[in-house]
């Protein structure tokens, strides 16, 4: 500071000097010095003001662009690895889309085939009757034969058969993916998404070892429809043949063709538990699992309803024991009054005396005590069919279990010196108990309604196959059973309320649904290669017992209620030999 002054202070001497030899030291020139020495610190100070004023804005300038750059930069670094993350992902997500797309067919293509299969069989039924109506004559349908609509469904479901084993049954995929901060691994289970068909499946288990299954599909998907077939064509054809023999046969191809009906579907009711099972193993964004049941599951169960319901609308040939009962009117003249007409059921003679004297064993459900006896045991077996069938409805009875030992070399690409890193991910990311999953029959009805409701039409068939005829029929035939029972003394009723029980029985389908989850899971072994293994669970049990209890019931009540008419014939023929003998003795005395 004070060295400024000096400066300032010399500055001001040699400006004194110069200007008094300029202006000779006047009086003006005085004064012009002194007014220039008092405008000079004024103007220092401006200058000084503007030099600070400039190098403020310089610096400002400065910092802003130093600033403005430092944070370009960083934004712009910010962006590129924010695009790089971005295309990654993206690129990743691409990628397992492309790993778990699913072949077959997208549901909205699904939903339309399903639509114009329940046409089908509906017009079908519709022409088959107004041909029946129309073209066939009165005496035709006399015989017996078929009714138009049951033959029209019968062509229809059976021209649904061969798209249903050619086409996509089933597909699914699992996808592994492991996120860590040292990386991502992406694996597909399967290797790639599996699609099959009943006939791509039976080819796999013939190469992977598993002949047992593959008989048994190929025993329930093509030979009983086709055996079911021949034998309806047999027994129509030999219907009203007047040989005996003929006859009875075609009564038996009849009922095997009735009893079978149901028994091409088993493994349909396995394949809506996998599509449940499958599902629920869905745990993004580690564990991708996804699944659908195509066309030919559409097909199929539609040709197993259709023709179970059809073949149950087909008559029974009569017996040749049925038909030796014929009525005719008999004039007989009483006490030579006006003629009177009775219609008498008379046998052969050479039968009559056997009929009659044969005797009528007593059903075993009757030996308990009677019709309350018998009550009380058709109770007792319905608790025992309600208990178990709960328990087995509400246990799981399927199971599935991947193997993520798979990601292992050889088989995948983990090395095996780091098997250990790839357990430590599992247990950190507690992916372990996804690697599990279970299945019951209330799970996967649940799901089903659920699934329903989001356009998915299959599921509605899936729901009808499951909760409907497996479950629903069963217990309502346990139900008829019982008032079949409480009806035994009386003939007339307990045979109508049985024949209610025999069409209910050919339709319950919990017999075929615990056959279905056998063959399946036998049928498998196709997978465990792969890592996906399919088992049995504790419910299966229960629902076998539960079934076992439907069958012992049904075969009760049916000998009973058979042994109860067969009484009432009985008792029907000896009135009518009594009558028939006092006609006589009345003609006799109106002879002599």
Request: proline share 4%.
């Amino acid at each position: 500071m004070f060295r400024n002054k000096r400066c300032c202070t010399s500055g001001c001497q040699w400006a004194i000097f110069i200007i008094g030899l300029n202006q000779g030291l006047s009086r003006g020139g005085g004064v012009a010095v002194a007014s220039f020495l008092s405008n000079l610190p004024n103007s220092l100070t401006e200058r000084l003001q503007e030099k600070t004023r400039v190098a403020e804005e310089r610096l400002h300038n400065f910092t802003d662009n130093v600033v403005h750059n430092s944070l370009t930069e960083r934004l712009q670094e910010g962006m590129h690895n924010f695009t790089e993350d971005a295309e990654h992902h993206v690129l990743h997500m691409v990628h397992m889309v492309e790993q778990n797309k699913l072949g077959g067919n997208p549901k909205a293509y699904n939903n339309a085939v399903l639509a114009l299969l329940v046409t089908a069989v509906t017009v079908s039924g519709m022409i088959g009757h107004a041909v029946d109506v129309i073209l066939v004559p009165a005496s035709f349908r006399a015989k017996g034969h078929p009714r138009g609509w049951a033959i029209g469904i019968i062509v229809c479901v059976y021209a649904m058969l061969l798209p249903a084993i050619r086409s996509v049954l089933f597909s699914f995929n699992i996808y592994f993916n492991i996120k860590k901060e040292h990386g991502s691994m992406g694996y597909n289970l399967t290797r790639e998404p599996i699609t099959e068909s009943m006939l791509s499946v039976i080819s796999l288990l013939f190469k992977t070892g598993g002949q047992n299954g593959a008989y048994l599909i190929v025993l329930y998907a093509m030979v009983m429809p086709a055996v079911k077939l021949i034998f309806l064509v047999f027994g129509e054809f030999w219907r009203n043949s007047n040989i005996e023999m003929c006859r009875n046969i075609s009564f038996v191809c009849v009922i095997l063709v009735q009893v079978t009906s149901k028994w091409a579907s088993p493994d349909m009711f396995a394949y809506v538990l996998l599509l449940f099972l499958i599902r629920s193993m869905d745990h993004p964004p580690y564990m991708l699992s996804t699944a659908k049941l195509d066309v030919g599951f559409q097909c199929f169960t539609v040709f197993c309803l259709g023709s179970t319901v059809s073949t149950l609308a087909i008559h029974r040939p009569k017996l040749a024991k049925q038909e030796q009962h014929v009525s005719r009117p008999v004039t007989t003249p009483l006490f030579g009054s006006t003629v009177s007409t009775l219609t008498i059921h008379r046998p052969k003679p050479e039968k009559q005396e056997q009929r009659v004297s044969r005797p009528v064993t007593t059903p075993l459900l009757l030996q308990c005590g009677g019709t309350r006896g018998a009550l009380l045991l058709v109770s007792f077996l319905g608790t025992v069919f309600a208990v178990l069938l709960l328990i087995g409805i509400l246990t799981p009875c399927m199971g599935v279990h991947v193997d993520y030992h798979l990601l292992i070399k050889p088989k995948g690409p983990v090395p095996e010196s780091l098997a250990w890193m790839l357990e430590n991910a599992i247990d950190n990311l507690k992916l372990r108990p996804w690697l599990h999953a279970e299945v019951s029959m209330w799970q996967c009805m649940a799901a089903l309604a659920q699934w329903s409701f989001t356009g998915e039409a299959v599921s509605i068939l899936a729901f009808l196959l499951l909760a409907v005829f497996a479950v629903a029929v069963s217990v309502l035939d346990m139900f008829v059973l019982a008032a079949t029972t409480l009806n035994l003394e009386v003939p007339k009723s307990s045979s109508a309320v049985m024949a209610v029980s025999r069409v209910l029985k050919h339709v319950a389908m919990l017999d075929v649904f615990c056959m279905g989850i056998c063959v399946v899971c036998l049928a498998g072994q196709a997978y465990r290669a792969q890592g996906f293994a399919l088992s049995l669970r504790s419910g299966i049990f229960p629902l076998i017992g539960a079934e076992c209890i439907h069958y012992i019931t049904f075969y009760l009540v049916s000998s009973a209620a058979h042994a109860s008419e067969d009484l009432d014939n009985a008792a029907r023929e000896r009135s009518s030999a009594i009558l028939s003998k006092q006609y006589l003795s009345l003609k006799n005395e109106a002879e002599e």
